[in-house]
């Protein structure tokens, strides 16, 4: 099995992390470890920018000011598309 060992002070970067994943990804298909193999081309995907997660937010989670920000964004939206 492949290690990629890196320097505690040394900074990841996106492309480095993807990269790792693929090395990840080769090694589980050799070992027939296909779940780890999906995981590793989920977060791949993930971390390209190709899969985007929604997140569903409550107004029960924002603040009056926040709410209020949201409607007027969407006060917004409305009059634009009505011009």
Do not use: W
Request: proline letters at 1%; one cysteine or more; hydrophobic letters at 40%.
């Amino acid at each position: 099995m492949n290690i990629i060992k890196q320097p505690v002070t040394e900074f990841l970067t996106r492309t480095d992390l993807i990269q790792d994943l693929e090395v990840i990804f080769q090694n589980a298909l050799r070992d027939c470890n296909y779940t780890a193999a999906i995981r590793a081309k989920e977060l791949q995907g993930k971390y390209s920018g190709l899969m985007h997660q929604k997140k569903k937010i409550s107004l029960k989670d924002m603040t009056e000011e926040d709410i209020l920000l949201l409607i007027d964004e969407a006060k917004n939206i409305i009059n634009s598309t009505n011009d």
